[in-house]
C-alpha cells in the first residue's frame, strides 16, 4: 500500500492501529478476568441489554459519522457548523429515545434488567462527544484520538482490575462503560479547546444544514438499523431459546473475534477513508489503485485472523477462560473467518459514502437480514451458539460478497480493479 497512501496516510493509521493493539493486549489481560468473575449468566445479562440499545444505536448515531467527515473534507470551510448540527442533532435524538425508556419502564412491570438499560443508555450521552473525532479524523490528526481512548483505556482498565479483585457485582462493570465515554469526551474537549481547533462560539442551530445532512444520512441510518438488527438479533433468540449462558458463550465468541481482531481492520479503513475521499474527488485513477491496494490488505488480514483463531482458539479459551466457556471452542472456529468478509464490506460502503449511493447498502443488508432471520429460526434452538455462529457467518457473506456479485454495477466496478 505503500504507493498509493501518502506518508501522512500512515501517520494516521499508525495511530489508529497502535491504538487498537493496546486495546488488544489490555483486552485480552483484563476481560476473561471480568467474564470469570461474572459468569456467563451475568456475562449473558449484560451483552442482553447492550444488544438491545444497539439496536437503537443507528437513531442515537443518525448515521453522521461518515456523511460528516467526507461534508468536511469536501467543504472545510463549514467545519463548524458541521460539528454542532452533528452534536445537537444527535443529542435531540438522544433525549427522546431516553425519555421514552424511561416511560417504558415506567408503565411495564418491573425488570430486574430495568437499572443495565438505564446505565447503558446513559453511555450514550457521553458517546456524543465522538463528534470531534469526525474532524480529527477527516484532519488525519489521529495522534489526538490516540491520546485520549489510550488514556481513558488505563483508567478503565485499573478500576475493571480493582472490580475484579473485589467480586463488584456486574452494575459495577456496567457504569465504567459510561465512564469510560466520559473521559474521552473531556479529553477531548480540553485538547480542542486549548489548540482552538474547535471554536464553540460559532456552534449555531440551522434547520436547513440538519435537514441536508440528515437527508444524505437518512440510507445509513437505514442500513446500520439492519447491520444492529442481525448482529444483535443472535441475543435475543440465543436468550429465548437456550437463555442468559447461551448469550454468554456467544459474547465470548463475538469478543475474541469483534473486540480484539477484526477492530484492527476497522481502525485502518477509517485511518485511510479521507485519503479515499479526497482521491475520489480530484483523481478517480488513484482512487482506484488504493481500493484495489486496501482490499488485499483486508483479505491478508482477515485470513490471517481466522487461521490464528483455527490453530490457536482452543488454547485461548483453555488458557485465559474457565471451563464454563468450553462450549466456545466450535463457535469460535466457524465465526472466527468472518472478518474475512466484513472487511470488503466495510470498504464497500465507503465506497457507497463516496459515489453517494448509499441505497445499494439498504438493499444489501436487507438481503443479510432476511439470511439471518431464516438461518437463526432454523439452527439455534438446535445447534445453540454453533448455529447462530453458522447464520452470522452465512449472512456476512451474502451481505458483503455476494451482494458485490448480484449488483451489475458493483460487479463491474470490481472485475475493473483486478
Not at 278 to 285: L, P, T
Not at 340 to 363: A, R
Request: proline residues 2%; glycine residues 4%.
Amino acid at each position: 500500500m505503500t504507493y498509493v497512501f501518502s506518508k501522512q496516510d500512515f501517520i494516521a493509521t499508525k495511530w489508529f492501529t497502535l491504538e487498537k493493539i493496546i486495546q488488544l493486549i489490555s483486552g485480552v489481560f483484563i476481560v476473561p478476568k471480568i467474564f470469570s468473575t461474572l459468569g456467563t449468566v451475568d456475562i449473558g445479562r449484560l451483552k442482553f441489554v447492550e444488544s438491545v440499545l444497539e439496536l437503537l444505536s443507528p437513531l442515537f448515531l443518525l448515521g453522521l459519522s461518515a456523511i460528516c467527515i467526507r461534508e468536511i473534507i469536501f467543504y472545510s470551510k463549514f467545519t463548524q457548523r458541521i460539528l454542532a448540527m452533528a452534536f445537537y442533532l444527535r443529542l435531540i435524538s438522544w433525549s427522546v429515545i431516553f425519555l421514552g425508556i424511561i416511560l417504558y419502564f415506567n408503565f411495564t412491570e418491573e425488570s430486574p434488567l430495568t437499572g443495565l438499560y438505564l446505565i447503558i443508555a446513559c453511555s450514550y450521552l457521553f458517546k456524543l462527544t465522538n463528534v470531534f473525532e469526525y474532524y480529527l479524523l477527516a484532519k488525519k490528526w489521529t495522534k489526538i484520538i490516540f491520546i485520549s481512548k489510550i488514556t481513558s483505556l488505563a483508567i478503565i482498565v485499573a478500576l475493571q482490575y480493582y472490580g475484579v479483585k473485589n467480586q463488584f457485582d456486574v452494575y459495577y462493570f456496567a457504569k465504567l462503560i459510561v465512564f469510560d465515554f466520559l473521559i474521552q469526551g473531556l479529553i477531548y474537549i480540553i485538547i480542542l479547546k486549548h489548540k482552538k481547533l474547535v471554536l464553540f462560539r460559532q456552534w449555531t442551530f440551522s434547520w436547513t444544514l440538519g435537514a441536508s445532512l440528515l437527508k444524505m444520512s437518512f440510507p445509513l441510518i437505514i442500513s446500520n438499523a439492519l447491520i444492529m438488527f442481525y448482529i444483535t438479533i443472535d441475543e435475543l433468540f440465543l436468550k429465548y431459546y437456550h437463555g442468559d449462558h447461551a448469550n454468554g458463550i456467544f459474547a465470548t465468541v463475538q469478543f475474541l473475534v469483534i473486540i480484539l481482531s477484526w477492530n484492527i481492520g476497522f481502525s485502518v479503513i477509517n485511518a485511510l477513508y479521507p485519503s479515499l475521499a479526497e482521491s475520489y474527488k480530484s483523481d478517480s485513477y488513484r482512487y482506484q489503485k488504493k481500493i484495489k491496494s486496501l482490499i488485499k490488505f483486508m483479505l491478508i488480514l482477515g485470513l490471517s485472523i481466522g487461521a490464528i483463531y483455527t490453530l490457536f482458539g482452543s488454547i485461548i479459551l483453555d488458557k485465559y477462560f474457565t471451563a464454563s466457556y468450553a462450549e466456545a471452542k466450535l463457535p469460535l472456529l466457524i465465526f472466527c473467518w468472518a472478518p474475512l468478509f466484513i472487511f470488503i464490506g466495510m470498504i464497500y460502503e465507503k465506497h457507497l459514502v463516496n459515489t453517494n449511493d448509499l441505497q445499494k447498502n439498504v438493499y444489501r443488508f436487507i438481503l443479510g437480514c432476511c439470511t439471518n432471520l431464516i438461518l437463526y429460526y432454523l439452527l439455534i434452538p438446535t445447534w445453540h451458539a454453533i448455529g447462530a455462529a453458522i447464520a452470522v457467518l452465512t449472512s456476512h457473506f451474502v451481505t458483503n460478497i455476494l451482494y458485490v456479485f448480484i449488483d451489475k454495477d458493483s460487479r463491474r466496478q470490481v472485475l475493473k480493479l483486478f
